[in-house]
């Protein structure tokens, strides 16, 4: 533990504490396990409602020593002190200074927690942690990737320990988050990781063990190699050393080699730290600035420089969960809606992590993005209920979402903008360069690349020009090939997770073969050799199969567009039968033959051909209908059930025709019928959703602003509890006063009526239980007091205070005092009568003015009746002076006995002359060279000595003055203004009351006095 006695130092952690309702309660348990010198700073942001005083400050202060201070602004955050943040304000930190802002009061919706967050992480880095305990809604759960990403630790609390487990689930569901515990247990995992020797030590506590033990982390980046399909031996040593040095402190092990064993033991741990070293950190709108300029400058330039007709190409490499590709793809869908152009924009964006792919493509997001936005672009392209906001589909179809590994994979090609922001930096300088060459490649000749802030070009920048250097856009001004090879080592990355695309499949065909026939070979040349020629339709008269040559009674087919219909490949020949058999058959579910077709063949020849079409049901869950029809030579006998009839072709013709004319009638009847209702029911529907829409809307908006009153009612709610349950305490500790009280006590209201009253009261006024709530003036009592209720309605009325002795009817002496009630808002709202039994004190007193008279008679009459001279010690280190007071003491000395007065220089010889011989007076000078004579006076001081000591000055100060007085002295002298007379009557007062105080002690412990 930090030994911290200043707690004004530097905290070595800044621990961000997020809470909303049902957070008192885990605020209680966190903070009395907290030690009040862990050397950390601890910052409570909660949701708080902008009506109420909260009383946080002093419900938490019974659970900790710590201080707990209202944060200020401009306040600098200390160690060991805890903060909390104001109702109405958003704080944040910069420069370990508490800054705070009002909050927007036109929004429904406030995420402190995610601003605070934020700006802990971009002022603390790794030495900020993010705590998440019990509350409602998503706040939080964003600004943890924040703190994530720069190495700070993130715990939550248990949802199953929360009263409420909306913010702890959230903050679970980011995977980000390296401890989950009770809140009562969370500040022993703080504790355990501050204090832990490597997370505590010097930065290169870790690089000095790799260097011991390169073994050990050579074979942790095999692991990862194998887990995650990715060499990390590419990035920064830094990097993956700060993120292993944070899993070891976390698991509480003191060395690599203790961790790589722990790895081994504990699997789940290696995609933990998979996961760790992958943790991107994005959102909408990503820094204000370089987005501006993207929105004025840089897509216009790319709208306007690219024809029309040609589709638009963007990559985002590295893009995380998503946020900066939408983010994209909204700036060109508003570009595109303010020119009122039609345009092809293709967003390809990449990520190594899978299930960051997934998550992005799922297009779904916590309401707290709207932080990020103006409410406008929030409503226009997202769908949102209270606690989720899914992207436009419009959005969702221009983005493309692969798994790619830069390291590995190839880049994209003729692209108008490539985007790679915040991945350089993990990289190495080697893996830097190939990544800078694969996107030279992949940009058209004056194609932009956005880079992060802290990214510079390198090698490469005479291969582009700076569109603007602070916000790294540079446009591409040369196609010559880099001398890196962009594409080597190229492999797939998306073993793991087959689900989602990978760059390679986006390559393959999107042509999907024909489903494989379910007949074995054997039946199929059976079917061929004994079988008719046949084709197999669906119900909707689809081919699906096709047995024999049937070449002769169907079309060659033609350039362009296939259809499987029949109607599209039967000979026209052949038209009118099968149209006329097909529509029977499934008129009448039957199957239906017709004979002696004439067909001409290839060759110019004319024969006749049997045709039939045979309906075949089949159950499933719907009866389905499949028809086959057959081609049979008409010399052809077969045996069949089936009616035949002999195909008159005119006959058939104009019954075709009635059939179809009467269709087509009975269909535009009853498709006219179908369009008016569709109208009628269309004009309905559009009013109905417009209304719906319209109280949507109004609902959304009304269940964020309940939802955001519900937090802040709880958290009042808790504190009035709180509250609560004190003063009932406090009230149950009155009443036990009250009862065991010997001071009478009568509580009236500004109505004389009685509120409350002691047991003791009831001796001298007449009072019963039941009397409370009736007039005061109604209740007898036995004070000889008749002005008693003038005076109470004076002090009601004036607020006097009236203090009297009355006597009772029974001669005791009462000690009566009249207040006025004050009540909280400081109002005279009543009177308060005190009733004390003061006959034995009265009684006290009187005999104490009698002792003391003749004490006083019987002291003087000693000291002036008496022979024995007074015993006088001088001790002062002026020869001069000890004779000069010798003088006035012999020559001018009005008692009636003679001092006998005795000098010293030293304190040494004082005190030896005082241990045995006896001075009644003991004169001091308080100057004694590099000592004082006050020391001799502390060294003797006992009440029991009969000596009385007076101090001498010759420049006597009132701060000596009040010393002398504390210590015994009776009387201090200045040398300037001694006189004779002074001298004598000083001696007189110290030596009576000296007398005075041994005679009172003495009768105290029933010893004879000196």
Not at 664 to 675: A, C, D, S
Not at 948 to 968: C, M, P, W, Y
Request: glycine share 4%; with cysteine.
């Amino acid at each position: 533990m930090a030994n911290q006695s200043d707690s004004k130092l530097v905290p070595n952690y800044y621990v961000a504490i997020g809470a909303s309702a049902g957070g008192l309660e885990a605020l209680h348990e966190f903070v009395q396990e907290l030690p009040s010198d862990s050397g950390a700073a601890f910052i409570i942001i909660q949701h708080l409602s902008p009506d109420f005083k909260s009383v946080m400050a002093e419900l938490l202060s019974r659970h900790t020593s710590m201080p707990i201070y209202n944060a200020e602004d401009g306040a600098v955050v200390e160690a060991n002190t805890i903060y909390l943040i104001p109702a109405r304000k958003n704080m944040m930190i910069a420069e370990g200074k508490l800054l705070l802002a009002d909050q927007m009061p036109d929004t429904g919706i406030h995420f402190p927690i995610d601003i605070f967050f934020r700006s802990i992480a971009e002022d603390q880095h790794h030495h900020s942690m993010g705590v998440i305990l019990s509350g409602t809604g998503s706040d939080g759960s964003r600004g943890l990737l924040a703190i994530k990403e720069v190495g700070g630790l993130v715990l939550v609390q248990d949802p199953a320990s929360a009263k409420f487990d909306g913010m702890p689930f959230n903050a679970v569901k980011t995977g980000v988050v390296d401890v989950v515990a009770s809140a009562s247990e969370l500040p022993a995992k703080i504790v355990n990781y501050i204090t832990h020797p490597i997370v505590s030590g010097s930065e290169k506590a870790l690089t000095s063990a790799v260097k011991s033990d390169t073994g050990a982390l050579k074979e942790i980046y095999q692991l990862l190699r194998e887990k995650s399909n990715i060499d990390f031996t590419q990035y920064k040593p830094a990097t993956v050393e700060r993120r292993i040095e944070r899993r070891i402190g976390i698991n509480g092990l003191s060395s690599l080699q203790e961790y790589y064993n722990f790895i081994l033991k504990h699997p789940p741990e290696m995609a933990i730290l998979s996961k760790d070293m992958l943790i991107g950190v994005t959102r909408f709108f990503r820094d204000d600035e370089p987005f501006k300029m993207l929105e004025t400058k840089i897509i216009p330039s790319i709208l306007d420089d690219t024809p029309v007709t040609e589709p638009i190409r963007v990559w985002v490499a590295g893009c995380s969960t998503g946020e900066e590709a939408y983010s994209i793809a909204i700036l060109f869908d508003e570009a595109m809606n303010e020119r009122a152009e039609a345009r092809s924009i293709k967003i390809f964006a990449t990520d190594v992590d899978p299930d960051a792919i997934a998550e992005a493509s799922a297009g779904e997001f916590s309401t707290n993005i709207l932080t990020d936005m103006s409410e406008t672009r929030f409503k226009k392209y997202f769908t949102h209920t209270s606690s989720h906001a899914t992207i436009a589909s419009n959005i969702r179809q221009m983005v493309v979402f692969a798994t790619h590994n830069l390291m590995k994979d190839p880049p994209f090609s003729n692209t108008q903008l490539a985007i790679c922001r915040n991945v350089l930096i993990y990289f190495q300088p080697p893996a830097q360069r190939r990544v800078l060459s694969m996107l030279h490649f992949s940009l058209k000749k004056n194609g932009y690349l956005f880079l992060g802030n802290s990214e510079t070009l390198g090698d490469l920048a005479s291969h582009f020009e700076t569109t603007h250097e602070r916000n790294r856009f540079y446009r591409k001004i040369s196609n010559v090939r880099s001398v890196h090879n962009t594409m080597s080592n190229i492999g797939s990355v998306n073993a793991k997770n087959p689900a989602m695309p990978s760059v390679e499949q986006l390559y393959r065909s999107y042509q999907r073969n024909q489903p494989a026939s379910s007949f074995p070979s054997i039946t199929e040349s059976l079917i061929q050799d004994y079988a008719p020629p046949a084709i197999v339709l669906d119900g909707d008269l689809e081919i699906l199969h096709v047995y024999g040559d049937v070449t002769a009674y169907t079309r060659k087919l033609q350039p362009g567009k296939f259809r499987s219909s029949i109607e599209d490949v039967i000979s026209p020949d052949l038209e009118i039968a099968v149209s006329t058999a097909l529509h029977r058959a499934r008129t009448e579910e039957d199957s239906v033959k017709y004979d002696n077709i004439q067909v001409t063949t290839d060759n110019g020849q004319t024969e006749n051909i049997n045709l039939r079409v045979r309906c075949v049901k089949q159950s499933s869950a719907a009866i389905q209908l499949y028809f086959i029809v057959i081609f049979e030579p008409s010399q052809r006998v077969i045996t069949s059930t089936d009616t035949s009839l002999t195909f008159d072709a005119k006959d058939q013709v104009q019954q075709r025709i009635r059939d179809l004319e009467l269709q087509l009638h009975q269909k535009q009847e009853h498709l006219q019928v179908i369009i008016e209702e569709l109208e009628t029911t269309n004009e309905e529907l559009q009013s109905s959703n417009e209304e719906l829409m319209a109280a949507n809307e109004e609902l959304q908006s009304t269940n964020e602003e309940l939802q955001s009153v519900n937090e802040e009612l709880y958290t009042v709610n808790s504190e009035y509890q709180e509250k609560i349950e004190e003063i009932t305490r406090i009230n149950t500790d009155l009443d036990n006063i009250i009862k065991s009280t010997d001071i009478g006590i009568i509580f009236l209201d500004n109505a004389m009526l009685i509120r409350n009253y002691t047991p003791a009261a009831t001796q001298a006024v007449n009072l019963l239980p039941s009397d409370i709530g009736r007039p005061f003036h109604h209740i007898s009592h036995k004070l000889h007091y008749n002005g008693l209720l003038k005076d109470v309605a004076k002090v009601i009325e004036d607020g006097l205070r009236i203090e009297k002795n009355i006597q009772t009817v029974h001669g005791n002496i009462m000690s009566i005092t009249l207040t006025a009630y004050i009540d909280e808002f400081n109002v005279n709202n009543g009177c308060v009568i005190t009733l004390t039994d003061n006959t034995e004190k009265v009684n006290l007193k009187a005999r104490l003015v009698d002792s003391y008279n003749e004490l006083r008679g019987t002291i003087n009459t000693s000291l002036v009746s008496s022979s024995t001279k007074v015993q006088v010690l001088i001790l002062d280190d002026d020869p001069d002076d000890c004779l000069l007071v010798k003088h006035q003491l012999n020559g001018d000395a009005q008692l009636s006995g003679d001092f006998q007065a005795t000098a010293v220089h030293t304190l040494e010889e004082a005190q030896a002359l005082l241990q045995k011989t006896h001075f009644d007076v003991c004169l001091v000078d308080y100057y004694l060279g590099n000592r004082n004579g006050l020391e001799l006076i502390e060294t003797l001081a006992d009440p029991k000595s009969s000596t009385a000591f007076i101090v001498l000055s010759g420049a006597l100060q009132n701060a000596t003055r009040e010393k002398a007085l504390e210590l015994g002295v009776y009387d201090a002298i200045d040398k300037a203004h001694m006189t004779p007379y002074l001298l004598e009557r000083s001696i007189r007062y110290a030596i009576r009351h000296k007398k005075t105080e041994l005679f009172l002690l003495a009768q105290t412990l029933n010893t004879p006095t000196i």
